[in-house]
Every structure is written in structure tokens, then in C-alpha cells.
């Protein structure tokens, strides 16, 4: 028999159990959801960076021109759709300049995340020895 006075373990911690998981499921589930947020945000830059590369490829080539980087930069980032709503500009005569913009997806409403990233490459040029 358990005196009322002192109760015994088992009835001081009736309870603690749910309280714990209140208290800790919403903690692990926000964890969660910024982990996921990261992800995203990192493939989004990833996705950027690739698209950025690919376009400065296309438009330092021997014949290329900086409408066909800008639009094989466009498509290579379209192609995923991570990377919301991608811009490309292409600039430079000698030194090509690539770059991409857009948004990552988010999981909480109203944040938006803008992703940029940009590439520069010398334009090809063939040279024959002895001639500038």
C-alpha cells in the first residue's frame, strides 16, 4: 500500500510522457522542414550554376553569340523545374559574362529565396603562329 502523502514514481510522472512529445515532435518537425528548405535552396543554386555554365559554353564557342548562350542557359534551367521562373543575361565581347537568376521553392508562404549565380570565360578564338 502507497501512502498518499508520498506518492509513488509512477503516479508523479503519469502524463510526462505526452508532454515530451508536445514539446519535442514540433521542435524535430521544424528541423525537418529546414533541412528540406536547405536542400532546396542548394539544388536551386546548383541547378543555377550548371544552367550558367552551359550558356557560357554555347556563347564563348568560335561562332557562338550571345543570343544563343542566353537561350541555351534558359533551357538548360527550365529543364529542371527547381529553379522557378530562371533569367539569363549574357555580356562581353572578349570576356563572356553568364549570368542566372531565379528563385528556389520554398515551404513556408510568402518567402521568396532569389538565387543568382554567375560565370566568365574568355571567347575562343583560333590564332595561327607567328600572327597576332
Do not use: N, W, Y
Not at 524535430?28 to 542548394?42: D, E, H, R
Not at 543575361?89 to 559574362?97: D, E, H, M, P, R
Request: hydrophobic share 45%.
Amino acid at each position: 500500500m502507497t501512502c498518499r502523502r508520498f506518492p509513488g514514481k509512477a503516479e508523479r510522472e503519469a502524463g510526462s510522457a505526452a508532454l515530451t512529445t508536445a514539446i519535442i515532435f514540433p521542435a524535430v518537425g521544424l528541423l525537418f522542414l529546414a533541412l528540406l528548405q536547405a536542400v532546396m535552396v542548394s539544388v536551386a543554386g546548383d541547378i543555377a550554376l550548371s544552367a550558367a555554365e552551359e550558356g557560357l559554353r554555347v556563347a564563348r564557342a568560335h561562332h557562338g553569340t550571345t543570343a544563343q548562350g542566353r537561350t541555351a542557359a534558359v533551357q538548360f534551367a527550365r529543364a529542371e523545374p527547381v529553379l522557378r521562373s530562371p533569367v539569363a543575361t549574357v555580356t562581353g565581347s572578349t570576356t563572356v559574362t553568364v549570368r542566372v537568376t531565379g528563385s528556389a521553392p520554398t515551404i513556408m508562404p510568402g518567402v521568396h529565396i532569389d538565387i543568382t549565380r554567375t560565370v566568365r570565360g574568355a571567347r575562343e578564338r583560333f590564332t595561327i603562329p607567328g600572327r597576332p
